[in-house]
């Protein structure tokens, strides 16, 4: 929580998650969890770190969210393994959805949206074209930090797992 919490403060100030905090808390889990259980520990972390990084770099390609984002989940991923990581990832894809559809209600564009993405997902599903998925990357869209939906799911899924 206190790798999350310093991630949410650095990101919403500067937008950056530095690239130390993350290689430290990879680095700090990785040790704790081989020192708590030996190789099964390594395998642990390593196996929570890549699967993070890889469903967090599908969603960077696609301009979902930075890298910085990407290296902050592969570093949970280390410390606490695949099942937080996973159930972390969708909670914090579920509060960022509805603080979208938030956003989209307040700036008024819930329609032109709406328009957006059954345009996007007729291309990609029924037409087979891939290429839509590199500009949606480029296209205009209303952003916040992924760290204020990170920091809530962080709060659910610490409390659904340990409490």
Known sequence: MILIAIAFVTDVRRAVIPNK???C???IGTILNV???GLNGLSFSLIGAGIAF???FLLYLIGALGAGD???FTA???MMGTSFVFQLMVYAILCAALMGLVLLMLHKKMAATGQKLVKWLFSIIVLHDLNIVRGMKRDPNIKFPFMYAVMPAAIMTWY????
């Open 25 to 27: 808390g990879a680095a």
């Open 35 to 37: 020192s708590l259980s």
């Open 70 to 72: 990407v290296k902050l």
């Open 76 to 78: 949970i991923g280390a």
């Open 54 to 56: 890889i469903a967090m």
């Open 160 to 163: 659904y797992s340990f409490i």
């Open 21 to 23: 905090l993350t290689i």
